[in-house]
């Protein structure tokens, strides 16, 4: 799966050639044959596959989508109430300072 793919070697010619200085042809040993490609199963979706695979993935994109604006709204509530808190906090801490 993770093995790199090579393009296959270029092979030499078969046929011998004559030398141009007129000695003897020196015979071509022929190339060994080319693997064959693996032959891997083919993924085949029926219909019903295709419904079930779809149904997942909107299940999937509402599950996290519920999650998100849950998580989104919880840090809403937290800032709105440390803000309150720092407000009464504010007023508390300057009815202090104006009784003395």
């Known amino acids: 799966m993770f093995t790199p793919k090579y393009p296959p070697h270029d ?3 078969t046929t011998p050639t004559a030398p141009v200085d007129g000695t ?3 015979p071509v040993q022929p190339a060994a044959p ?3 490609p ?5 993924v085949q ?3 019903a ?3 079930t695979v779809a149904a997942g993935g909107t299940a999937a994109v ?3 989508g519920t999650v998100l604006v849950s998580m989104l709204l919880a ?10 808190v720092a407000v009464v906090l504010r007023l508390l801490l300057n009815d202090l300072r104006k009784a003395r």
Request: net charge positive.
């Open 11 to 13: 092979t030499p010619p």
């Open 24 to 26: 003897a042809p020196v």
């Open 34 to 36: 080319a693997p064959l």
């Open 38 to 42: 693996v032959s891997r199963p083919t």
């Open 45 to 47: 979706l029926t219909p």
């Open 49 to 51: 596959a295709i419904v």
């Open 62 to 64: 509402l599950v996290i």
């Open 75 to 84: 840090v809403a509530i937290t800032g709105v109430s440390v803000a309150v």
